[in-house]
């Protein structure tokens, strides 16, 4: 086979359904571009069988590459590992549920051709989800704007096309609390998007649910900025600016009344607030040392039981 011309990668959790159709319109895609292609989909310890079918179309289909971990990782580092078995000059990242659809690519490969790095698909519509996911993401996607000073596009998810030089620089990232889309902001480029449509998963339900959305914002902005940690700081300055404006509040009252302020309630609520402020203080901090333990130890991004022949490592 040919040095592929490009790369996609599909991250895979439990998509029995959806590889056959992802490989039949993937396949008929990657033709139209006239040039050598490979399809590496990571299994990313899957129960449902997915690794099988992954094996049967690497067997009939020598473009399709299949990485299996050793068990579930995680989403991001998924296509990490996929980015890390790629052999393309321009890498496609893309999910295995449809919503972003696989002819998409071919407006990406155009732009690259003309000479963008990084070329990030734009959604303009939402199909088939709910108005909380999609009021959520809104928010989100703008907050994460707002407290960081990565240019993070509006509205984008990992669905993206990335050169090779990219994608070496994004290797040479390894945290493990990984947030790809600002991680390719990061690093510059020649950066354009692309506008499309996207659309209703084609079978089986949300690998991301609510919890898991929680956890990729709190990677996000963990990883992109220090506002949380400050905002503890605002909130010590804020309790400590109300006491100082209370000392001569309550002395004038105690003096002109003699009455006020008196009683255990009062003081109660002061210490639950006060308490309060410390705890989220602390959880905040928590949150960012919790991350610099987990980078000391050092251990690889993940673990992979079989992977393509043609690659030296089987960890990342």
């Not at 790629?86 to 990242?93: F, K, L, N, T």
């Not at 963990?222 to 209370?246: D, E, K």
């Not at 991004?301 to 990342?316: K, N, Q, R, S």
Request: glycine fraction near 8%.
């Amino acid at each position: 086979m040919n040095t592929p011309r490009f790369t996609v990668i599909a991250p895979i959790f439990n998509e029995l359904e959806n590889i056959p159709e992802l490989y039949q319109r993937m396949r008929d895609v990657m033709v139209r571009t006239g040039e050598p292609w490979e399809l590496i989909l990571v299994d990313d310890g899957s129960t449902d069988g997915s690794a099988a079918l992954i094996r049967t179309l690497a067997e009939n289909d020598p473009r399709v590459r299949p990485v299996i971990f050793a068990r579930n990782f995680g989403h991001q580092i998924a296509v990490t590992a996929g980015m890390d078995y790629s052999r393309g000059d321009a890498v496609i990242i893309i999910d295995a549920d449809l919503q972003d659809p696989p002819e998409v690519i071919l407006e990406l490969i155009a732009k690259w051709r003309e000479g963008y790095e990084v070329v990030y698909a734009v959604r303009e519509e939402r199909q088939g989800e709910s108005w909380f996911k999609r009021t959520t993401a809104s928010l989100f996607y703008r907050l994460i704007s707002r407290i960081t000073d990565v240019n993070i596009p509006l509205d984008t998810g990992d669905f993206r096309l990335m050169d090779k030089k990219v994608v070496e620089v994004m290797g040479q990232m390894r945290e493990k609390h990984r947030f790809l889309r600002g991680m390719s902001a990061w690093v510059g480029f020649k950066q354009v998007g692309v506008h499309y449509k996207r659309q209703p998963r084609f079978a089986g339900e949300t690998k991301y649910p609510l919890k898991k959305m929680i956890r990729l914002a709190l990677n996000a902005v963990t990883s992109f900025s220090y506002l949380p940690l400050q905002l503890a700081t605002y909130l010590g300055f804020i309790a400590s600016g109300l006491s100082v404006l209370a000392i001569p509040v309550v002395v004038i009252l105690r003096l002109t009344t003699g009455t006020i302020l008196l009683g255990q309630a009062t003081t109660l609520i002061i210490v639950l607030f006060l308490g309060g402020v410390q705890l989220i203080s602390l959880g905040i901090i928590g949150e960012y040392i919790g991350r610099i333990y987990d980078e000391t130890k050092n251990r690889p991004l993940y673990i992979v039981a079989e992977a393509p022949e043609d690659h030296d490592t089987d960890e990342g």
